[in-house]
């Protein structure tokens, strides 16, 4: 997706205060439909992170998570590359990957709509 920084969420004025912020953030992200792998309490103001969101995909700068509904997994026991090859092409909104082996390992965080993966250099 894009970076972001808390100060301009601030501005965009959904929240009153950085604490306000803050928690809708970690509210959404349990919800799943908005993914971030920073750990919030130690997120400086003007600090940029990488913000996804489940539906908007505009502005792509970064293409380093995607979501698959959570109710895939209730149809699926195991998911399979080719799985994650469909939603990531669907999410990003393209025909093919150069080199799908990045699907491999992938780490996932568990949101109660969605389930997002994501690459992690860390």
């Avoid at 809708?24 to 750990?39: A, D, H, R, S």
């Avoid at 293409?63 to 149809?75: E, H, R």
């Avoid at 195991?78 to 025909?95: A, R």
Wanted: hydrophobic share 40%; aromatic share 18%; charged share 30%.
């Amino acid at each position: 997706m894009k970076s972001i920084t808390l100060e301009q969420l601030l501005q965009s004025g959904d929240s009153n205060n950085v604490l306000q912020l803050k928690w809708n953030l970690i509210k959404w992200k349990k919800q799943g439909v908005i993914f971030y792998k920073e750990n919030l309490c130690n997120l400086d103001l003007d600090q940029q992170f990488e913000l996804y969101f489940y539906i908007i995909k505009e502005n792509v700068d970064y293409q380093d998570a995607f979501p698959v509904p959570k109710s895939f997994f209730k149809l699926q026991r195991k998911v399979l590359i080719d799985d994650l090859k469909h939603f990531y092409l669907d999410y990003y909104d393209q025909n093919d990957i150069a080199d799908d082996t990045f699907l491999l390992n992938l780490k996932k965080y568990i949101g109660e709509r969605y389930v997002w993966f994501y690459c992690d250099d860390e």
